[in-house]
């Protein structure tokens, strides 16, 4: 796509998980090229197909004969790539067309998802499924994803994807800070009879509602605080401090007078508050898999299978995948993960009301939620 100045400002604005303050009568604009980095990523859920599929299983499981433990490992391996390279490979396409003119960007585009729709066809040939069930599947599966960019969705997915990578420097502070004083409390509870129990008498499926949930009070524990931040932003950014804001961007240029009247509002509201709030779990998130693997590691080495066999009346039972059994059980992993979803909304509730943590965690979300604003009085001058 050759960028006018209108795209450039659109593309940044998407960038930053604002799709929604991109004009309504602007969001179909190029949707095929913005679309074929979703649609690469669908060749990604066609490989994990094929890995999750029982022949490729079997073939692990072959292998598994002469690899001995290794196998493992060659699975967890298997499916890193198979994650990793459509992401790539989906940034690449993504980088390209913002560089390719509108027919040579839109010819790539369109051939990538007949591209898809063909592979989804020769692999239900080569496993017996039913070839129109498949071709109706791949063909939907592309809609949902030109609506998801159309809507502004994977604006704010990609967007949160990207924020989780580049938090994980705040991975130190955590350690420094945060995890010190919670973890103390999380492994008293690590080491009872109760929390173990209870994490294996629950289930898959009932420590994901019970995850859901505390998200949930997580979430509207953070919403009248982010309320509060937009309002503030509103009412005390100085034009001086908008243009600081917008500096190296493509608004840079533009008024940044105060727009009298023209607070942000609907869809452009909503979307703000998501960012915030999306970010703030994406910390809340990566602090539970920092204890998890903590707590992870402690129990592998302190509880020993008797200790286990007795407080839970069975074995530990080696987490399955591909038929190769992985160096964690299911037990020890859900009692890990149980407390640190309990860790982690200390931890949210801890930034919203500790000062330090505050100054560490979520005043540097709010900076967002500042630029927002900027590029909102921007576009409205």
Known sequence: MALSRTDLVDTWLRAQGLPYLVPRERRAHDLL???????????????LGVLGGPSLAAAVDRAGDPLGAASGSLVLVVLAVAIVVPVVV????????????????RSVALGLAVAYAVCAA??????????ALVIAEAVGLLVVAHLAVWSGLASVVAWAARWAWQSVGALQNMASRALPVILVLVVFAFFST?????????????????????????????????????????????????????????????????VSGQELAGGGRLNVLAVLIVAHLIQAAMFTLVIATLLVAIGRIAITDAVVRTWLSHPREPYQLLGQALPVDQQTVRTALLLGVIGALSFVLSSLSDASYRSLFFDPLVERVKVAVAAHRALAG
């Not at 020769?122 to 070839?131: C, Q």
């Open 122 to 131: 020769v692999l239900a040939l080569l496993t017996d499924e039913g070839l």
């Open 33 to 47: 090229q913005r679309a074929a980095p979703a649609t690469v990523l669908l060749f990604g859920v066609l490989v």
């Open 194 to 258: 109760e929390a173990w129990q209870i994490a294996d008498s629950m289930g898959s499926r009932r420590q994901w509602a019970l995850t859901a949930l505390i998200a949930l009070i997580a979430i509207l524990a953070m919403l009248p605080v982010a309320r509060g931040e937009l309002s503030t932003a509103h009412r005390d950014l100085t034009p001086d401090q908008v243009h600081a804001l917008l500096v190296g961007t493509p608004l840079e240029d533009a008024p940044t007078g105060t």
């Open 90 to 105: 989906a940034a690449w396409v993504h980088r390209r067309m913002r560089e390719w003119s509108d027919p040579r960007g």
